[in-house]
């Protein structure tokens, strides 16, 4: 089973992002980590899902505000398998970082 550095990504503006799906068979506990590299502000909305484009009941952040180089992280995240970590961010200059641990379930 995998550990550290899960999934990454550098997502484009609007648009929902999968991050990380976690395999079959398997449960993982994760952390996800955005950082915003730009000099402006911008918002994230974070989702734990069975889909690529979540449902309104599936958000654990919704427009969270991200200053200028800021970082905002979500930890303890226990995941079943099939599960994705999907983003979406107002701006392309926001870096996403799924880490943690899987293990069979």
């Not at 402006?40 to 989702?47: D, G, H, K, M, Y």
Request: proline share 3%; hydrophobic share 40%.
């Amino acid at each position: 089973m995998a550990t550290g550095i899960l999934g990454q990504s550098a997502p484009a503006a609007t648009t929902y992002t999968t991050v990380y799906t976690v395999p079959a068979a398997t449960t993982a506990t994760v952390t996800v980590s955005v950082c915003n590299r730009g000099v402006s502000s911008s918002t994230v909305r974070i989702a734990i899902t069975d889909t690529a484009t979540p449902l309104n009941s599936e958000f654990i952040e919704y427009e969270s505000s991200l200053a200028s180089y800021g970082v905002l992280e979500r930890s303890g995240i226990v995941m079943n398998a099939a599960k994705r970590v999907v983003v979406y961010t107002s701006s392309a200059n926001l870096s996403v970082s799924v880490y943690g641990f899987e293990e069979a379930a």
